[in-house]
């Protein structure tokens, strides 16, 4: 990935914003309120009753335009965790164009992006993100004439579902950035995937199970893929799972857990795939990084997968 950046991050979020006691006195939690709240959690973000993982989606992306950073773009790679917002059918479905949903397509339309391609990416579950980087960073090193890639993330989920994975609060959200030749707050150095389909149809314990042996795995190779240790990387942006996780990682890894940095936690829960960017927004708005700093980001989700992607703080 020599010569790709990344940045122009942007993210929305559910419109309704709810304590964690207010959904479980809903009926929308497995765990006591109390659980979440030890690890970690005390709100999360729903989408009105009329808002749809779209909305998210392009509300995101129009950040960046009102930004004035979307320009020219070659191609849309959406990455999401859930099939189509299918219709609620009364009867069985005869057309299957029913089912179909083309949201990076109706990005392109709306955004004016005619010369775009746009490529689907739905098996990768709460990593999506991550690979979307790295299925940009291919794309780009595939196409000497291109120059930059849309990266979006959304979901949101159906009405009267539970509002919690694997023992995380879930928000509704969506993120995105564009990866690119032009310089921007961060080079993209490597993305590494991990996936084990063998437990495709893991439960929330096996989940937990696997969790620390396959992230303490993933970013030791991310690391040796940029010739470094993990003890070297400066920063650790993660997503928002429960809190002690990642005290055990950095113990194990020799990693200072004070650089480990997922602030959104309380106040926003897991975004499925898009609390990274979240997390990765707050740090860059922080302060805290300076040029040359590598910055590992963390993503384990259900398949199962785990992606870590690493950037480096380019020079201003």
Request: net charge negative.
């Amino acid at each position: 990935m020599d010569g790709l950046y990344a940045g122009s991050f942007a993210y929305a979020l559910g419109a309704h914003k709810r304590h964690v006691r207010e959904s479980a006195g809903a009926g929308l939690l497995r765990s006591a309120p109390e659980d979440l709240e030890s690890a970690g959690f005390r709100w999360h973000h729903l989408c009105g009753p009329d808002e749809t993982a779209y909305d998210l989606a392009r509300a995101a992306v129009a950040e960046i335009a009102e930004r004035g950073e979307l320009g020219h773009i070659d191609a849309i790679v959406y990455a999401t965790c859930l099939p189509a917002e299918w219709p609620h059918a009364n009867g069985p479905i005869r057309d299957v164009k029913d089912l179909m949903d083309f949201p990076a397509g109706r990005l392109q339309a709306e955004f004016g992006l005619s010369r775009a391609i746009v490529v689907g990416l739905h098996q990768q579950a709460c990593t999506g993100m991550l690979g979307a980087l790295r299925l940009a960073g291919a794309l780009l090193s595939t196409e000497p004439q291109w120059r930059r890639v849309l990266c979006v993330t959304a979901d949101r989920f159906p009405a009267g579902a539970f509002y919690e994975q694997a023992y995380n609060l879930i928000s509704d959200g969506a993120a995105a950035c564009v990866v690119g030749r032009d310089r921007a707050p961060c080079r993209l150095l490597t993305v590494h995937q991990i996936s084990n389909g063998g437990l495709a149809r893991a439960g929330d314990d096996e989940t937990v199970g696997t969790y620390f042996a396959y992230t303490h795995r993933l970013v030791r190779e991310a690391a040796a893929r940029v010739g470094t240790a993990p003890s070297a990387l400066d920063w650790v942006v993660t997503q928002n799972t429960h809190e002690k996780a990642w005290q055990i990682l950095a113990r194990l890894l020799e990693i200072d857990h004070d650089r480990v940095w997922s602030p959104s936690l309380p106040d926003a829960g897991h975004v499925i795939s898009a609390d990274v960017i979240v997390n990765l927004s707050a740090l860059l708005a922080s302060g805290k990084l300076q040029s040359g700093q590598r910055v590992a980001l963390v993503m384990a989700g259900f398949g199962l997968n785990w992606q870590a992607a690493v950037l480096e703080v380019a020079q201003p």
